[in-house]
């Protein structure tokens, strides 16, 4: 089975989430590869982050295969 990049960003990242139901997800299905950063702008919409592409700003995240 092929595997996909997922860029996890936000409260989402594994190291953060507010959610032990999140933490167990990304232990079980996505493989740490990287850290990076993405040119957009972070928005808290409540129970998850979203992101708007932005020149003026980054975002850190991780990279993992899904």
């Known amino acids: 089975m092929q595997k996909d990049d997922l860029f ?3 409260t ?5 989430a507010p959610s032990e139901f999140i933490q167990n997800l ?3 299905y996505a493989e740490d590869q ?3 950063f993405v ?3 972070l928005y808290d919409l409540g129970n ?3 992101l ?5 700003q980054d975002d850190f ?4 295969l899904v």
């Open 34 to 36: 990287d850290t990076g």
């Open 12 to 16: 989402l990242r594994k190291e953060i």
């Open 52 to 56: 708007v592409p932005s020149e003026n």
């Open 26 to 28: 990304l232990d079980r």
């Open 48 to 50: 998850y982050p979203g």
């Open 39 to 41: 040119q957009a702008k």
């Open 61 to 64: 995240g991780s990279l993992s």
């Open 8 to 10: 996890i960003y936000g």
